[in-house]
């Protein structure tokens, strides 16, 4: 009973933060009203589901990509929006709006997940210069790292004058989820699907490369699924719904404090509590200064820079 605890916590949270979701915001819902006015019910299929739906598969997808970058790099202070990441992907996102604006929505996909893989590059040749005594010195240089590449993504913004999608795509809010306008997002949901079914191999390559080849890991497959999983979900959310920063780091260290670091057991609890999360935070935002709303990647981001100060600077346990 113990054991499943969490997953059950975790399930009966997401449904009721679901149905809040559901019934909360601009245009009033009710379970009556619903079916029998054909405006509520449109409502509900075109906008309120799609929403909840999208901040589901965006909390649960950048969670678990933060605990297999925070695997990969042996650091327990990364995420994808620490590490330069998700500005390589807003930078591959801006060069192909300037140079090819026409593109389908996939091909900008693309072209921002190669940005992605590029940023994600940098970033480990710099932490490879990195005393190994010093874990603190890789979440302060990937931040100095993203700073860097979003400065330029700004000043080129500025040149090209499009720092109104910029400004979007750095603000994670789900105003302008519809259907037809999310279903991307169910990629991401599965390579979250899919780190769950490779969890073990990610347990034994966060031992580290020497452990890994010793317990018969094949440490580079593993590397590259890790990155390229962690780069397609950062493209993909961007792409859809802009940045949502803290996520992957605050949801893989307060699990990881109450569960331990088996990910088997604890991926589910990853994924449910990001999704959870952004849920609440998109809510919070709805209701706020209702009827206007504040973003959800503004709402956590609040929040997350405290936690993550907090988890930088404690003093760890004697």
């Known amino acids: 009973m113990l054991r499943t605890r969490p997953y059950l916590l975790t399930g009966l949270a997401l449904l009721i933060l679901s ?3 559901i019934f909360i915001g601009v245009g009033q819902l009710s379970l ?6 054909p405006a509520a019910l449109q409502l509900l299929w075109i906008s309120r589901i799609p929403r909840t739906l999208a ?15 925070q695997l990969l790099v042996r650091n327990r202070f990364v995420e994808p929006g620490t590490t330069g990441t998700s500005e390589a992907a807003m930078l591959g996102l801006l060069a192909v709006t300037i140079l090819a604006p026409g593109w389908p929505i996939m091909a900008k996909m693309i072209v921002a997940a190669c940005a992605s893989l590029i940023g994600i590059a940098g970033f ?14 890789i979440p302060l240089v990937g931040l100095i790292y993203g700073g860097i590449l979003g400065a330029a993504a700004t000043f080129i913004a500025f040149q090209a004058d499009l720092i109104q999608y910029l400004g979007v795509w750095m603000s994670g809010e789900f105003s302008g989820v519809l259907a037809g306008r999310y279903e991307l997002l169910w990629l991401a949901g599965g390579l979250a699907v899919l780190a769950y079914l490779a ?9 580290g490369q020497k452990a890994s080849l010793s317990l018969g890991l094949r440490y580079g497959q593993v590397l590259t699924l890790g990155v390229v999983t962690v780069a397609l979900v950062s493209s993909l959310v ?12 605050v949801v ?5 404090r109450l569960m331990g670091d088996n990910l088997r057991q604890t991926l589910p609890v990853v994924a449910g509590m990001g999704a959870g999360f952004v849920l609440l935070s998109d809510i919070i935002g709805r209701v706020a200064r209702y009827p206007y709303e504040i973003p959800a990647g503004t709402v956590f981001g609040v929040l997350g820079a405290v936690v993550f100060l907090w988890l930088l600077l404690r003093k760890p346990h004697a």
């Open 199 to 207: 969890a073990d191999q990610f347990t034994v390559a966060g031992l």
């Open 252 to 256: 893989p260290n307060i699990v990881s």
């Open 55 to 69: 901040a589901l598969l965006v909390g649960s997808s950048i969670a678990v990509a933060g605990v297999i970058m």
């Open 32 to 37: 009556g009203t619903v079916w029998h006015d």
């Open 19 to 21: 149905g809040v979701s």
């Open 238 to 249: 961007i792409v859809t719904v802009g940045i949502l920063p803290f996520i992957g780091l």
């Open 124 to 137: 480990f040749a710099l932490i490879r210069k990195l005393p190994p005594d010093q874990p603190l010195m």
